[in-house]
């Protein structure tokens, strides 16, 4: 937002009139012409002009035309974010004190709705909490702010602060145009309320005398809310998320400990995730603990009587929480023993602050089940061992984590072992009862033999049990000949065409550490996982292509090309950004650090690693796009896109195609449905349609042609339809799902699927 030359002319001549001795009509209407600049300029984000808006809000003061508080918001966001371009309108805000917050956030609304009726002291500790400036708070501020909360209450303060985070983040209630900036500013945190704050969390851990679930909850949440990415932003707002984090760690007891190892599982952004890791490290220190054993003993049981289940007597009726796979459902059984979904109403009017935190325990439950997942499939690399003593009290008989580790194979001084009625098992299902002193760690299939694997796929299937990510159907990935030839590189993922965006987000949450490619004069380094218990380090080169950008200049499309493998302490190969040409900078005299031979590096590293790969193409992928049959942009990629869609299969599809072949039978649809090398084949009324494996593309009789169907966000499973052995793979439930449709074709009532079957 700008003020154009014809209106700074304008508002001179306005300033003429209501600074002198003018008739009153020509001040009145002056005066109101004044007001609708203001009240335009409230609309906006900021305003670049700061001078030209600093002399309207004089004028505004001068002649005693108010200033919306929407446009005291402009103001102050224009300081913030226009340091340089401020000019005199720094000095004007500074007289602008009211509203203490700026209006248009849903939780700053609630702030300046509840501050006439607050009392004593909450005007002055909002100021104090406006002065939050600084990265981190001090002692005097600190002591200043705790004087300032003993006045409100810490009661009080916590009741209304943890209020008010739970609005943080919110749609604004006062839309604002961005201008220039190239992003949803509608998305950004407003920086002014940004300092109140993150004040208010750096004095919240004064105000919690327990181990209190509902602040620490808050607080988790809101690190997610504000690392939320918007395109063309990034993170909403990391310095909120980082106060969060210094207000969890200030806080003492289990369930703030519980939200930092949960986080660490899920918060990628790494200044944020920099201060979590440095949290734990100090909270292990402190126990004489492993950084493990903490995030091992953080896990609460959320207040489960059993492993998966949680019963809370409620009057006459009982509330019944219960793990299922990824999923916690609350459920509530009458005095008569009947089992109903809907809170009843005795309930909800006798107990609402029970029913309030049961519904609350079981959102934050499936957030903890998720972390906890990711966790342990990081354990494959880390190659952690236990005593099963310590194992099942952490895992196997764990009231939360034990729904987890109840569904994944483990091996118990070598013998492979999963849990089926009651009992550790064999793949013979013969019970095994090891020592305490017994060594645990979990099973892979690299080096099984393929009996072996085979079995307890058959094992699986036959106790139903749903394991949290692949293990016994994880990809494996060993040296293909093209590799042995190349001998220090793979070329097996080059030559792919990848959302920069999307395969961003899949890096950081595998443990890669990757850099946004912008189309600007900058150099930047491989995707790059290490690997410090190895000595590895791995690199995937990647490059930025075409001249399709973001707002903020990112590539929006990404080419692939070799993976290398290095000492872990070898010098950083880096590019220019869109060419793509790695080199090491090493200091003069020094020779670069080659990369290592493909047949050194241990197989589970090299197949963990070249799986990592294969799920960023498999996801990230240009041609799993149904939409792209043109080829995109100019329709530059319709090759690439045509040779991915329908072109021969990945590890992962090839896996894919393992297990459809125990599962088509199995289908309500199966007489219609056949496997065909790379495709799924569908007999329908209509036609006969070949869906590809590895895309989910699907080609139609008699002459190949195209048939475009665009899932849902949702689709990912079969709604129990056919039993799933795994979680995670959303292409598998997609395949399913269009050959659940396709198979009754004469039944869609999709007009735009409809026409294209029948043209």
């Known amino acids: 937002m700008s003020i154009a030359s014809a209106d700074t002319r304008y508002l001179q001549i306005l300033a003429s009139r209501l600074m002198s001795r003018q008739p009153p009509e020509q001040q009145r209407a002056a005066a109101t012409d004044v007001g609708m600049f203001l009240e335009h300029l409230g609309g906006s984000w900021s305003c670049w002009d700061g001078d030209d808006f600093a002399a309207l809000l004089r004028l505004a003061q001068q002649s005693g035309v108010p200033v919306p508080g929407a446009t005291v918001a402009t103001a102050r966001r224009t300081v913030l974010t226009h340091e340089y371009h401020a000019g005199e309108l720094t000095t004007v805000a500074s007289t602008l004190e009211r509203p203490v917050l700026n209006p248009g956030e849903a939780w700053a609304d609630a702030v300046l709705d509840a501050l006439p009726a607050a009392g004593e002291g909450w005007p002055e500790l909002l100021a104090h909490a406006l002065t939050a400036t600084a990265g981190k708070p001090t002692a005097r501020w600190t002591a200043r702010g705790r004087t300032l909360l003993a006045e409100v209450g810490a009661a009080a303060y916590r009741e209304r602060v943890v209020g008010w985070l739970a609005l943080v983040g919110r749609p604004r209630t006062l839309p604002v ?63 909120i998320a980082n106060a969060a984090v210094h207000a969890l760690t200030e806080l003492d007891g289990e369930q703030a400990l519980a939200q930092l190892a949960r986080l660490v599982s899920r918060v990628t952004y790494k200044g944020t995730l920099n201060q979590l890791n440095a949290a734990l490290d100090r909270r292990a220190s402190a126990l004489g603990l492993s950084r493990d054993e903490v995030e091992e003993l953080a896990v609460p049981t959320y207040g489960l009587s059993a492993v998966g289940l949680r ?14 796979g990824p999923t916690v459902q609350l459920a509530w059984r009458t005095a008569a023993g009947r089992l109903v979904k809907s809170t009843p109403a005795a309930a909800r009017r006798d107990h609402p602050d029970e029913v309030r935190d049961l519904k609350a325990a079981a959102k934050d439950m499936e957030k903890m089940l998720a972390a906890q997942a990711e966790r342990l499939d990081r354990q494959f690399l880390a190659q952690r061992t236990w005593s099963y003593g310590s194992w099942r009290l952490r895992y196997l008989d764990h009231p939360l ?55 307890w796929r058959a094992w699986l299937e036959r106790h139903a049990v749903v394991q949290p990510f692949k293990q016994a159907h994880r990809e494996v990935y060993l040296l293909t000949a093209a590799e042995e030839r190349t001998g220090v590189y793979s070329n097996r993922f080059a030559a792919h065409v990848l959302r920069q965006h999307q395969f961003h987000a899949l890096a950081a949450i595998r443990g890669w550490r990757n850099k946004l ?65 790695y080199t090491q900078w090493v200091p003069m005299g020094e020779r670069p650090v080659d990369p290592l031979p493909l047949d050194r590096i241990p197989p589970l590293v090299f197949s963990e690693v070249m799986r990592d790969v294969d799920l960023f193409v498999g996801v990230a992928s240009v041609g799993n796009d149904p939409t792209w049959q043109d080829g995109g942009p100019a329709g530059r990629y319709r090759e690439y896109w045509q040779s ?93 799902s269009k050959a659940l449709l396709l198979a009754r074709d004469s039944t869609i009532n999709d007009p735009t699927i409809v026409s294209q079957i029948r043209r």
């Not at 072992?417 to 013969?430: E, K, M, N, S, Y």
Request: charged fraction near 20%; include cysteine; charge should be negative.
């Open 177 to 239: 145009q961005g201008g220039y900036w190239g992003y949803d500013v509608g998305q950004a945190y407003d920086p002014f309320n940004a300092i109140a704050l993150r004040g208010l969390l750096w004095l919240l851990p004064s105000a919690v005398s327990e181990d209190d679930a509902d602040v620490a909850r808050a607080l988790g949440a809101l690190v997610e809310t504000s690392l939320r990415r918007v395109a063309g932003l990034g993170p909403r707002n990391p310095k």
């Open 311 to 324: 019963v809370e007597p409620l009057g006459d009726v009982t509330a019944e929480l219960t793990v299922t």
């Open 401 to 455: 984590v034990g729904t987890v580790a109840r569904r994944l194979i483990w091996l118990i001084d070598g013998t492979p072992c999963g849990w089926a009625d009651g009992a550790l098992r064999t793949v013979d299902d013969a019970p095994v009862s090891p020592a305490d002193d017994a060594v645990v760690t979990l099973w892979h299939p690299i080096g099984r033999h393929v009996d072996e694997v085979v079995a």
């Open 517 to 581: 490619r912008l189309m600007v004069d900058d150099t930047y380094p491989p995707a790059t996982r290490e690997l410090p218990g190895w000595g590895l380090r791995a690199e995937f080169w990647v490059e930025g292509i075409g001249d399709e950008t973001t707002g903020a200049g990112a590539y929006l499309r990404l080419s692939t090309d070799q993976v290398r493998f290095y000492p872990v302490a070898a010098p950083e190969n880096n590019t220019q950004a869109g060419e793509g040409r």
């Open 644 to 736: 991915y869609s329908f072109g021969e299969l990945s590890a992962t599809a090839e896996t894919r195609r393992d297990l459809l072949t125990r599962l088509v039978p199995r289908l309500a649809v199966a007489d219609r449905c056949a496997l065909d090398g790379r495709f799924l084949t569908v007999r329908g009324d209509l036609r006969t349609y070949k869906i590809h494996l590895g895309s989910g593309n699907i080609l139609m009789t008699p002459n190949d042609q195209y048939l475009c169907i665009v899932p849902k966000q949702t689709v990912g499973t079969t709604d129990g339809q056919v039993f799933l052995p795994f979680e995670g793979d959303r292409m598998l439930g997609v395949i399913l």
